[in-house]
């Protein structure tokens, strides 16, 4: 099995750049479905956007948003907001720690905010084709589980998802 080494994060890091279907999970919450996607945004600079309809397990349905920066320093890969009063605040670093139980290369991270800690792992298969992330979030009215996977997009599938969105 192989473990990404100080020099292989940059690998990982050009990986991400393009367009991914995103499924989103969080149990006794809601889904979500929509697209996500990293854009170059400058050397080592990888902006990242997601949007979608998340449905609630009521069944209300709302569009969801979101925006960060991927910065590639330092060997490691540094996550910046981007779309609100915090824009260009770090919200965390991925630490490499290695490999999963299906050989997938692994990446932790942490960011607490005020009394909440969104714990983050990240997981790369050996493919390009897919990414898992999940957060543990606790805090004091916080306690859910929320687990993203990205598929990658072929050009003809990021039109079909359009089209489909658009209807």
């Known amino acids: 099995m192989h473990v990404i080494e100080k020099l292989e994060v940059s690998n990982v890091f050009a990986l991400l750049e393009g367009s991914w279907e995103l499924r989103r999970s969080i149990p006794n ?6 697209m996500a996607t990293f854009t170059k945004g400058g050397t080592d600079i990888l902006n990242y956007k997601e949007t979608g309809t998340m449905e609630l397990t009521n069944r209300k ?3 969801a948003y979101r925006e ?8 490691t890969i540094a ?23 299906e050989g997938e290369s692994t990446a932790t991270a942490c960011h607490v905010c005020k009394e909440d800690i969104y714990n983050a792992m990240y997981y790369f ?16 009215l ?8 990205f598929l990658r997009m072929r050009p003809s599938e990021k039109i079909d998802i359009m089209d489909k969105k658009g209807k």
């Open 125 to 140: 298969y050996g493919q390009e084709d897919r990414f898992n992330l999940t957060y543990q979030v606790k805090g004091p």
């Open 29 to 34: 919450y809601g889904n979500m479905e929509g």
């Open 142 to 149: 916080k306690d859910y589980c929320s687990n993203t996977v």
């Open 61 to 63: 349905k709302f569009t």
């Open 79 to 101: 996550v910046f907001f981007r779309d609100n009063d915090r824009a260009g605040q770090l919200f965390h670093v991925l630490k490499f720690a290695g490999e999963g139980s």
């Open 68 to 75: 960060y920066q991927y910065r590639y320093e330092d060997g």
